[in-house]
């Protein structure tokens, strides 16, 4: 059976409109809509124009106009409009505006429907055999030294071998220039570029968010990076030196129906391509991971201040999940049985829901984003992504590489803010999922908004992981465990092992981790010695180049203390104390939050009563961040988690797929067995 290949995907025609943004300057905002118009099937051509004020685009239907004629109605005298038998279609109502406004290009969809369908072969139409300006420059030229078309043809494919141009489209132009109909000056040409000419165009102009200084974050709608109208934005700074290293725009309510209408329109074809195809995207897309790890882990540390080691690492436990992903064809199988009742057979399927969203959180810029999108698209959904406004950064470069991968237009879409664009995605009637992770505060009411409009809802939301240490345990490889996972990232990760239990007496344990903490090196993450880098937001009043706090221990908590019961997302390793196990573990379990506990002993007793009596979703035994691979599932409980199924593994499977149960009966049935009001079972079968 021959099966798709990925790149056919990006060649299926959508006729979606070009996502809305603005731009520097007039042609780089035809250049966008003309490029994105070829990519959907269909060309655009210049309407109307009043230079530096506004430009009107529509499509270029290639030549079909309106053929009608004038008749008399005797009866009533008066003049109406009759379309001749067999006459040709109207003129496409497609229509998009660019307006000058503040020294920007401001691009608006006026109208993007079309009422024909996408070309196949864009070669075919006209516009490919269009001359451009030097052409019909060189044109001129070669007329009057008394060259004919056919001769003028033959030269200027020596310089463009890929001309589609005919002897009668040079008869033509030179027609037009010698009445007068036609100047060099203001010939403007729409010609659809060849692929070398593409090549040198992608190169030499840079889009608008690009060139800004600093760049401006960019949204993809539909395939397409695009800066944002909104003049509102947000700093992203480098925490380590408070330079901005680039804006975030707030997302407009219309360019966020824009990317709701790109993924709504891409999800049929998507859910439709083969799974395999879908895998061999996933294939792709790590390999283009691998390759740009770098740029992505500096880009992490840049934006969150996080250390470069803390950074790939970041980058690899997503990579884990795409990895996971590229198996989707066994991960999605369902169930089958055979003769269920007399010729019966039932087999269960599962299915896309449709378009999804899912809302980031700053604490990893790569890894939450991976543990999103690529399950839910490799199931056949399509995907609105809303990246932290702190490190957007990472996002946009895992963006790129997928569309690298082969990701088709529309597949994946990424819009910007803070709580209008949140809340636009928890009310939008066409997402049927959303994925969270984040503060407490922040998921519970994401889950109440978006569940209250029946969509499916995955919060990871706060967490206090406790650590409980038993007097046999390993000393030196329990220290450097309560080091590492305490101060790990700043302390700034939902895993972060906030509180540590000591039964039988903290005294010995406290000098000794007191003394790995001082050892610990903080400084900027880019550092090789840094052990620790800055926070992300200004905590200490008085640094204001840098947002570094060290490693800090409170000893003595107890658990009606306000550093106990909230969560501090910081690098605060909190010590307690129990007189037993039991003791123990009902400080863990009165404690609302529970994603992570972890026991650390030498006592398999111990350990397996700490297993089986403690509350929390993941369970460590000497290990101090349970955190599972990806082919099992992230088990947030209690207060930690609010939802209906878990992130990736399996659970992550089915939150973005939905079962569909077929029953098939193949059997002869009697001419004369009459019609049955019964409610057929296997007992009658």
């Known amino acids: 059976m021959d099966i798709q290949d990925c790149t056919e995907l990006n060649e299926?025609?959508?006729?979606?409109?070009?996502?809305?943004?603005?731009?520097?300057?007039?042609?780089?905002?035809?250049?966008?809509?003309?490029?994105?118009?070829?990519?959907?099937?269909?060309?655009?051509?210049?309407?109307?124009?009043?230079?530096?004020?506004?430009?009107?685009?529509?499509?270029?239907?290639?030549?079909?106009?309106?053929?009608?004629?004038?008749?008399?109605?005797?009866?009533?005298?008066?003049?109406?409009?009759?379309?001749?038998?067999?006459?040709?279609?109207?003129?496409?109502?497609?229509?998009?505006?660019?307006k000058k406004e503040d020294g920007l290009w401001v691009l608006a969809i006026k109208n993007g429907e079309h009422n024909h369908d996408p070309i196949r072969d864009i070669s075919e139409h006209p516009s490919s055999r269009r001359f451009t300006e030097r052409e019909v420059l060189l044109i001129k030229d070669m007329t009057e030294a008394g060259l004919k078309p056919r001769q003028i043809l033959k030269r200027l494919r020596q310089n463009n071998p890929e001309l589609l141009s005919t002897p009668k489209h040079v008869y033509n132009v030179k027609a037009k220039l010698r009445q007068g109909n036609l100047t060099v000056r203001n010939f403007k040409s729409l010609r659809v570029k060849s692929s070398v000419e593409n090549s040198h165009i992608s190169t030499a102009n840079e889009p608008s968010w690009r060139q800004r200084n600093p760049p401006r974050v960019p949204n993809l709608i539909g395939g397409r990076f695009v800066d944002s109208q909104s003049f509102a934005s947000i700093d992203v700074t480098n925490p380590a030196t408070q330079k901005v290293v680039s804006q975030v725009p707030l997302t407009t309510n219309e360019e966020f129906r824009a990317a709701i209408f790109a993924a709504k329109r891409a999800f049929p074809s998507w859910r439709d391509t083969p799974v395999t195809t879908r895998q061999r995207i996933m294939f792709k897309f790590q390999e283009l991971i691998r390759r740009d790890i770098d740029k992505i882990a500096m880009n992490i540390t840049t934006e969150h201040g996080k250390t470069l080691k803390d950074a790939y690492t970041d980058v690899h436990r997503g990579l884990e999940v795409v990895e996971h992903a590229c198996g989707m064809a066994t991960l999605q199988m369902g169930e089958f049985v055979s003769n269920v009742s007399n010729g019966i057979d039932t087999y269960s399927i599962r299915e896309p829901l449709g378009v999804c969203a899912g809302i980031c959180p700053f604490d990893f810029p790569a890894m939450i984003?991976?543990?999103?999108?690529?399950?839910?698209?490799?199931?056949?959904?399509?995907?609105?992504?809303?990246?932290s406004e702190k490190d957007p950064g990472a996002t946009i470069i895992l963006a790129e590489l997928a569309m690298e991968a082969g990701l088709p237009n529309g597949v994946l879409n990424i819009?910007?803010?803070?709580?209008?664009?949140?809340?636009?995605?928890?009310?939008?009637?066409?997402?049927?999922?959303?994925?969270?992770?984040?503060?407490?505060?922040?998921?519970?009411?994401?889950?109440?908004?978006?569940?209250?409009?029946?969509?499916?809802?995955?919060?990871?939301?706060?967490?206090?992981?406790?650590?409980?240490?038993?007097?046999?345990?390993?000393?030196?490889?329990?220290?450097?465990?309560?080091?590492?996972?305490?101060?790990g990232a700043a302390g700034q990760r939902c895993m972060v092992l906030s509180t540590v239990v000591f039964v039988g007496g903290s005294k010995s344990w406290e000098d000794k981790l007191v003394e790995c903490a001082k050892a610990l090196k903080v400084n900027a993450g880019i550092e090789p010695d840094a052990d620790l880098g800055p926070v992300i937001n200004k905590q200490v009043p008085g640094y204001e180049h840098g947002n570094f706090i060290g490693p800090t221990i409170l000893s003595d908590v107890t658990a009606n203390m306000l550093c106990y019961k909230e969560e501090i997302f910081g690098p605060v390793l909190l010590c307690m104390q129990a007189d037993n196990l039991q003791e123990a573990i009902s400080i863990v379990n009165k404690n609302k939050y529970g994603i992570g506990a972890s026991i650390f002993t030498t006592s398999?007793?111990?350990?397996?009563?700490?297993?089986?009596?403690?509350?929390?979703?993941?369970?460590?035994?000497?290990?101090?961040?349970?955190?599972?691979?990806?082919?099992?599932?992230?088990?947030?409980?209690?207060?930690?988690?609010?939802?209906?199924?878990?992130?990736?593994?399996?659970?992550?499977?089915?939150?973005?797929?939905?079962?569909?149960?077929?029953?098939?009966?193949?059997?002869?049935?009697?001419?004369?067995?009459?019609?049955?009001?019964?409610?057929?079972?296997?007992?009658?079968?």
């Open 604 to 685: 398999g007793v111990a350990a397996r009563k700490f297993q089986t009596e403690i509350e929390a979703g993941e369970v460590g035994i000497n290990v101090p961040v349970p955190d599972p691979l990806p082919f099992f599932s992230f088990t947030g409980s209690k207060a930690s988690f609010a939802g209906d199924l878990n992130f990736f593994g399996k659970a992550g499977v089915h939150f973005y797929t939905q079962i569909k149960t077929v029953t098939q009966q193949w059997k002869d049935l009697p001419s004369d067995s009459g019609v049955s009001l019964i409610m057929p079972t296997c007992e009658g079968s």
């Open 415 to 487: 819009v910007h803010g803070t709580v209008d664009i949140i809340n636009a995605i928890c009310d939008d009637d066409d997402i049927k999922a959303i994925s969270f992770v984040g503060s407490n505060t922040d998921g519970m009411y994401i889950y109440a908004r978006a569940s209250a409009k029946g969509k499916r809802v995955q919060t990871n939301i706060g967490a206090k992981n406790h650590a409980i240490v038993m007097p046999d345990a390993s000393k030196d490889a329990t220290l450097n465990a309560l080091v590492s996972a305490g101060f």
């Open 369 to 387: 984003p991976l543990w999103m999108f690529p399950i839910a698209v490799t199931c056949g959904n399509t995907f609105i992504l809303k990246p």
């Open 12 to 98: 299926i025609p959508q006729m979606l409109p070009p996502p809305p943004g603005s731009f520097i300057d007039r042609e780089e905002l035809i250049q966008h809509v003309g490029d994105f118009a070829l990519s959907q099937g269909y060309v655009v051509t210049i309407k109307q124009s009043k230079k530096d004020k506004v430009v009107v685009l529509g499509c270029d239907r290639g030549g079909v106009y309106r053929n009608r004629r004038k008749l008399v109605d005797e009866s009533s005298a008066e003049q109406v409009r009759k379309r001749k038998t067999g006459s040709r279609l109207t003129n496409c109502p497609f229509e998009v505006v660019g």
